[in-house]
């Protein structure tokens, strides 16, 4: 099955890593990180599979795929 959530990747100057944040899943801050935008973007891809696994094995709902606004994300 297709799911279209959104995945937001940004840069931390901080952690000098991109960090990957699921907006429609609010309860995780930050799900996981990359050295460089493709690996984030990879490892953003198997937390999303990781998530609906673990929301599915408990029976849980999923969240509903949303737009997200530019100005939601800033």
Do not use: C
């Not at 940004?10 to 801050?29: I, M």
């Not at 953003?44 to 599979?49: D, F, H, I, P």
Request: no cysteine; hydrophobic share 40%; proline share 7%.
């Amino acid at each position: 099955m297709s799911y279209r959530y959104t995945m937001v990747i940004q840069w931390s100057d901080a952690d000098q890593l991109y960090l990957v944040h699921l907006p429609e899943f609010p309860w995780q801050q930050f799900v996981t990180h990359g050295k460089t935008y493709q690996e984030a973007a990879q490892n953003g891809q198997e937390a999303l599979e990781g998530l609906i696994e673990v929301l599915q094995a408990n029976n849980q709902p999923l969240p509903e795929p949303r737009q997200i606004e530019v100005s939601q994300v800033a």
